[in-house]
């Protein structure tokens, strides 16, 4: 199994909202049917917040009304982010608020 690491503004919710992205609740959903981890990386801080509505509780409160099941949430990051791994690791550039259709990734740890 895959462990996916997702930021959260402008791929799975629409950039600085909480409008999830098109596609983003079933890509999400697939995600965990496979039996893969979740792991969600953010800008958005428990605290302090530049837009108080996008507050970590309150994004967290919004996945799990949404029957977003996920593993870790790790948040205040800046960006650019840059992922080292000794060994099978790689990176997809989603573009900024587009739908998630094609699962990018998930049809590469499947099951079947």
Do not use: C
């Not at 999830?20 to 428990?46: M, Q, W």
Request: proline share 4%; net charge negative; hydrophobic share 40%.
């Amino acid at each position: 199994m895959a462990t996916f690491l997702l930021d959260l503004d402008g791929v799975i919710f629409k950039h600085s909202t909480m409008e999830f992205n098109e596609g983003a609740l079933n890509y999400l959903k697939k995600i965990k049917a496979e039996g893969h981890s979740i792991v969600f990386t953010t800008a958005r801080k428990s605290s302090n917040n530049n837009i108080p509505s996008l507050q970590l509780d309150l994004t967290i409160q919004k996945l799990h009304d949404a029957g977003i099941e996920f593993d870790s949430i790790v948040g205040n990051l800046s960006s650019p982010r840059v992922v080292v791994n000794d060994d099978g690791a790689f990176a997809i550039d989603h573009d900024r608020n587009s739908p998630l259709h094609h699962h990018p990734g998930v049809e590469l740890f499947t099951s079947n």
